[in-house]
């Protein structure tokens, strides 16, 4: 069973920065694609950022391209995102989720088979 733990939400101004982490344990972490989605009050969840198990095939949503960057540390068994120019439609609760196949497409959330329990990020104005 995997286990995922993010950490690092919190508040940020509008401009600011914050690095979410996300805790892999429990399988190998290598046999693993990462995504990062978020949920906003009253919206769906949605897809953030993917990246494949040796990080050689990564993909944004547009709300996040040039801002955001995903990236993987084999030896932490983590998952990162770093977030640059915060705004504040970027509050949201993130969650780290794993999946082994990445046939379908990363944006697809039911392709993901384990999920954390989600980190708060709020931006303000």
């Known amino acids: 069973q995997v286990q995922l733990v993010e950490s690092g939400g919190g508040l940020a101004q509008a401009g600011g920065s914050l690095r979410l982490s996300c805790a892999f344990s429990g399988r190998t972490f290598s046999t693993y694609a990462m995504g990062w989605f978020r949920q906003a009050p009253g919206k769906e969840r949605e897809f953030a950022a993917h990246i494949d198990w040796n990080g050689g095939r990564i993909s944004y949503a547009d709300s996040v391209k040039g801002r955001f960057t995903i990236s993987r540390d084999s030896a932490k068994s983590t998952v990162y995102l770093q977030m640059n120019s915060l705004q504040p439609e970027d509050s949201a609760v993130y969650y780290c989720?794993?999946?082994?196949?990445?046939?379908?497409?990363?944006?697809?959330?039911?392709?993901?088979?384990?999920w954390g329990q989600g980190t708060q990020v709020t931006v303000s104005s």
């Open positions: 989720a794993a999946r082994r196949s990445t046939f379908a497409s990363a944006y697809i959330l039911s392709t993901y088979e384990y």
